[in-house]
């Protein structure tokens, strides 16, 4: 039986094996990283429960079927694991996206920066969260345009201690990160994608703050706007 779902920006149907009495529309939305489905009746089904369901959302103008063959969806391409899963997450206008595990959204997700987790006088998440989406694509500018290569390892840590700062790697300074990009950047994590002069003339703001003299970690994490910070391979 298929289940007509409205979301916010999603547009979804949902094919469910056992029968159902349907009186009212149900009702899918995302807690955490959850589906969650309310039935006409007030029963509530959750990811777990909806495995072997196919979700057919609308993006784009066309028609996407995805299929929960786990507590995760079979969307996206493999990750540093080998596995194409993706999970929902709430998109902060009452509906939800879907995002990779592969990606730098879904990276930043597993690795603890829930922005809807956010709560008053502890860390503020939604703010780590888009620091490190720019620090996993390597986006120094905070355009959008990252300069990172797929399988390249990183390590990193915040002021707030979720992850915590240590001398455990043994990787080179690469840069600060904020909510705009990279506060200060010592060198690019693959210069073959970008070099320091380019930075510099994309992006004057960051001219005076490249380089491994002006950008040092101690350095780095003395800027309060600098929320993250981390090493690569050189």
């Known amino acids: 039986m298929k289940l007509a ?18 009186c009212a529309q149900p009702q899918l939305k995302v807690e955490g990283t959850e589906f969650v489905l309310i039935m006409a009746g007030g029963s509530v089904l959750r990811s777990a429960d909806l495995v072997g369901a196919t979700l057919r959302l609308r993006a784009g103008g066309e028609d996407i079927d995805v299929t929960i063959k786990s507590v995760e969806v079979d969307l996206c391409d493999p990750d540093a694991d080998g596995r194409s899963l993706g ?23 597993r690795w603890g920066y829930r922005p809807w987790e956010e709560r ?22 905070g355009d ?27 990787m ?16 690019p994590r693959i210069p073959e994608n970008i070099s320091l002069e380019q930075l510099a003339e994309r992006y004057p703001r960051l001219k ?3 380089g491994r003299a002006a950008c040092t970690e101690a350095s780095a994490q003395d800027d309060p706007t600098a929320l993250l910070f981390n090493r690569s391979q050189e």
């Open 172 to 187: 080179a300074f690469e840069a600060g990160w904020g909510t705009g990009g990279a506060t200060c950047v010592a060198r």
């Open 5 to 22: 779902i409205r979301t916010l920006g999603l547009a979804a149907t949902l094919t469910v094996a056992a029968p159902v009495m349907v």
């Open 87 to 109: 999970f929902p997450i709430p998109n902060g206008r009452g509906g939800f996206d879907l995002t990779c595990t592969s990606g730098a959204v879904g990276k930043c997700v």
């Open 208 to 210: 005076p703050r490249l």
């Open 120 to 141: 008053p006088g502890g860390p503020p998440l939604q703010a780590l969260h888009q620091a490190c989406v720019h620090m996993a694509r390597a986006d120094y500018g």
């Open 144 to 170: 959008g345009h990252g300069a990172t290569r797929d399988g390249t390892l990183i390590f990193f840590c915040d002021r707030f201690g979720i992850h915590a700062c240590g001398q455990g790697a043994r």
